[in-house]
């Protein structure tokens, strides 16, 4: 079965600053993955995604993940950070089964950027 | 905005009842997902709907039933609810299996 693990429960960071959030995954097959971001009493937002091509993907927000097959990892990067991205971030992996296409979560890393 | 609409945002119903969720896709996605955010769970795929027919199930309880209708509007159906059953209700849709974009929840408070 395929899972993902973030296994930081939170990150801290200075506003300006680079950041990361770290994302491992376990696949049988080529993994198709997400990141996603719940602000509080939110719903998920999609960030960015990656299903083939280049290991660096860009999203939204100056969000970036890099993908890396031989460490089985996406990581989430920001080179900036700001306060405004303080925020709960979710790593996922799309099941592959045919026509069945639901994300499987991390548990999620909550990211605090401070002034 | 996502474009998914849920109804209602917030649930407060007692042990016992039961409730329905309401889902709308965004425009043209035929694809309808249910998942559940709990404290202790975490984030849960429930079921998935694809132009009206079940295409997928998670860690749905029997308790729980789904169905997407013509107008690929779904409703998750949730009876004998009991206080764990307490969460966050999403439901996101996704037009090509890729991507899924959420709604901004329902949250069920059973008492």
């Known amino acids: 079965a395929q899972s993902v693990a973030q296994p930081e429960d939170q990150v801290n960071v200075a506003e300006g600053n680079p950041l990361t959030v770290k994302c491992t995954y376990s696949?049988?097959?080529?993994?198709?993955l997400f990141w996603y971001v719940q602000y509080p009493n939110r719903g998920l937002q999609f960030l960015l995604k990656?299903?083939?091509?280049?290991?660096l993907v860009k999203g939204s927000y100056g969000f970036e993940a890099e993908f890396n097959k031989s460490q089985t990892s996406f990581h989430l990067k920001k080179p900036s950070a700001l306060v405004s991205d303080s925020a709960l971030y979710f790593c996922a992996v799309r099941d592959n089964a045919g026509t069945a296409s639901k994300l499987t979560f991390g548990t999620g890393t909550r990211l605090q950027v401070t002034l | 905005d996502s474009g998914v609409t849920q109804t209602p945002k917030h649930l407060i119903t007692a042990t016992g009842q039961r409730v329905t969720l309401r889902c709308s896709p965004r425009s043209g996605d035929l694809s309808v997902y249910w998942y559940q955010q709990s404290l202790d769970q975490g984030l849960q795929f429930l079921i998935q709907y694809y132009n009206g027919e079940e295409r997928a199930k998670g860690n749905i309880l029997e308790r729980f039933s789904a169905q997407q209708f013509p107008d690929l509007h779904s409703e998750l159906n949730l009876s004998s609810l009991e206080l764990g059953d307490s969460a966050l209700y999403f439901c996101?849709?996704?037009?090509?299996?890729?991507?899924?974009?959420f709604g901004p929840g329902t949250r069920l408070t059973v008492t």
């Open positions: 990656y299903i083939t091509g280049d290991n």
């Open positions: 696949v049988s097959g080529n993994p198709y």
């Open positions: 996101a849709s996704s037009t090509q299996g890729y991507e899924q974009y």
